[in-house]
């Protein structure tokens, strides 16, 4: 299995030419028909929730329910973040027959627990940095077909432990897409969703980008919490400081070189590519130019990053070789295959390459077992099960 791909990646892998990316909230310029994707800016194992835009969620709609139940925000975030796919940047997957501007406008200007103008991939304004978000289309006369492709693409990248548990749910879709292109629905537990056709909201709607301001407030100095859900995965309520970065010595050293890259060769690149379009003249219809800063915009975002996580990197040091933990090096029997996972932190996790983050399903189910033990991931949809063959320090 590849690593995850990226936007470009996936829509070039369908023999179409992808345009943009423009940022959430600008104005696509398209107005064929044809397919876009929402990516995410980096790779995470965890969806980035942001707990205050769920909890205005559940008071806009009175009637949301979770499995047949009014959720508290904190299970409502849980839920969410139990269908994330692990490292995939795409997050939606939406297609028009008309027109693309009109159909990612009235996308972005669709509140979250509305149905019109149209509330497709709503999900998305449940993440924090909404406004970050990057927008990718291309332009095809086939919209239903390349859409379908692109939802089977996203599963096709998927690791096999998750996409096993996720097939109890329905199609394997990107994170924020409900159904497939020909109807067959996710099963979420949530239902009413939306408000009822002339149902007054509970709260009035918040304005635009109002998600990313209100994170920025609700952090404290002095209060951390989190919440864990029914399938073993930690939401991030409210961080107080930077977390550690867990790494081991091997990941500590492809950080520090992915990041000599970026600063030494990447980024003149990039500068020289921008001073060449600024170069070409008029800047607001100079594509070149806006491509450019957008890749510079990212780059230096990535550097960033890296320079937080190698600042605040703690190198793991196995201390009981026989006990599954962070730095292991596990061999499972899954059905009647061998399969050799690494356990690492989430900054280093490569599912196509077997190394699985602790935090992920299959690594958490892991952690503290010892040869010979047999794991059961439980779902509602169905059981994984694992027979741990070796524990070793990785």
Known sequence: MSSPRSAVAL??????????PIVWDQALPSRSPGIFLVEV?????????????????????????????RPTASALAARLNSFWI??????YVGRTTKSLAARVSSLIHTP????????????LWTLRDV???????????????????LSNAVAEDCDPAVAAILAGFGPLLPWANMSSATGDAKRTGITGAQLGEGEAPGVAPKPKH???????????PTRAASTRSAKGRNVLVSPSRIAPTMVTSAGLKALVAELLELTTVKRPEVILRVKSARELGDLRENADYEAARNEQSFLEGRIKDLETMIKNAVVIQTVDATSISLGSRVIVDAEGERVTLFIVGSAEADPAKGRISDVSPVGKALLGHRAGDAVVIRTP????HYQVVEVAAN
């Open 11 to 20: 829509i070039r892998s369908l023999d179409l030419l992808p345009d943009g």
């Open 41 to 69: 800016a980096a790779r995470t194992d965890e969806a980035p929730i942001d707990i205050v835009a769920v909890r205005d969620w559940l008071e806009r709609v009175p009637g949301l329910m979770l499995d047949g139940e």
């Open 86 to 91: 692990p490292q995939q940047t795409v997050v």
């Open 112 to 123: 979250l627990g509305d149905r019109k103008p149209h509330p497709g991939g709503h999900w």
């Open 131 to 149: 406004a970050k978000l990057r927008i990718w289309w291309a332009e095809t006369t086939a919209p239903e077909e390349y859409e379908d492709g």
């Open 210 to 220: 109002a998600v990313a301001k209100t994170a920025t407030r609700r952090a404290s």
């Open 381 to 384: 949809g169905n059981d994984i």
